[in-house]
T-cell receptor, first 110, second 113 residues
Framework: DTAVSQTPKYLVTQMGNDKSIKCEQNLGHDTMYWYKQDSKKFLKIMFSYNNKELIINETVPNRFSPKSPDKAHLNLHINSLELGDSAVYFC?????????FGPGTRLLVL | DQQVKQNSPSLSVQEGRISILNCDYTNSMFDYFLWYKKYPAEGPTFLISISSIKDKNEDGRFTVFLNKSAKHLSLHIVPSQPGDSAVYFCAADTQGSNYKLTFGKGTLLTVNP
């Protein structure tokens, strides 16, 4: 009965490829997020959706496109992957301020 | 521009003693603060939070103290246990920000048996 799940857990791919990461939450939360944790270990928000509506869109290259088919899912599609995209991507969901995180997807771009 | 700073990258304490993790912030608009704990290869887990209208919040072995004038908060863990060994992240939020949390860089706590 995982609360926030992400697939895949690991993703190794070549530069220039397009990849997607999926996220699902079964907590009934209205808001979902994508975070990136880079090599310096900072956790930075990328996007947030509330009831399928984009409410936070940080300064992220437009190669990154989130999609929320329903309020329990928030997927992240990345086009034309670059070396600098290598990071751990965390999905989260929340009701008000407290956010619940998924286990992370470790992306390595070669 | 780091608005939330955790200046100690690591901390080591003996089992049974107190662990004190510190966090400083620069944005005076922050009005809600959270601590998260993260084990390797897992996502951060919510630990405890505090609103800016309070100066202390306690939950079992965990207590968070907030000093608004100093823009400083701390997490106390008493007594520390080996299972507390993890990275601890401080995060801050501003009302009306759509719950956009700003995280510190984290402090690795090691509790030695």
């Amino acid at each position: 009965d995982t609360a926030v799940s992400q697939t895949p857990k690991y993703l190794v791919t070549q530069m220039g490829n397009d990849k997607s990461i999926k996220c699902e939450q079964n907590l009934g939360h209205d808001t979902m997020y994508w975070y990136k944790q880079d090599s310096k270990k900072f956790l930075k928000i990328m996007f947030s959706y509330n009831n399928k509506e984009l409410i936070i869109n940080e300064t992220v290259p437009n190669r990154f496109s989130p999609k929320s088919p329903d309020k329990a899912h928030l997927n992240l599609h990345i086009n034309s992957l670059e070396l600098g995209d290598s990071a751990v991507y965390f999905c989260a969901s929340s009701i008000q301020e407290t956010q619940y995180f998924g286990p992370g997807t470790r992306l390595l771009v070669l | 521009d780091q608005q939330v700073k955790q200046n100690s990258p690591s901390l080591s304490v003996q089992e049974g003693r107190i662990s004190i993790l510190n966090c400083d912030y620069t944005n005076s608009m922050f009005d809600y603060f959270l601590w998260y704990k993260k084990y390797p290869a897992e996502g951060p887990t919510f630990l405890i939070s505090i609103s800016s209208i309070k100066d202390k919040n306690e939950d079992g072995r965990f207590t968070v103290f907030l000093n608004k004038s100093a823009k400083h908060l701390s997490l106390h863990i008493v007594p520390s246990q080996p299972g507390d060994s993890a990275v601890y992240f401080c995060a801050a939020d501003t009302q009306g920000s759509n719950y956009k949390l700003t995280f510190g860089k984290g402090t690795l706590l090691t509790v030695n048996p």
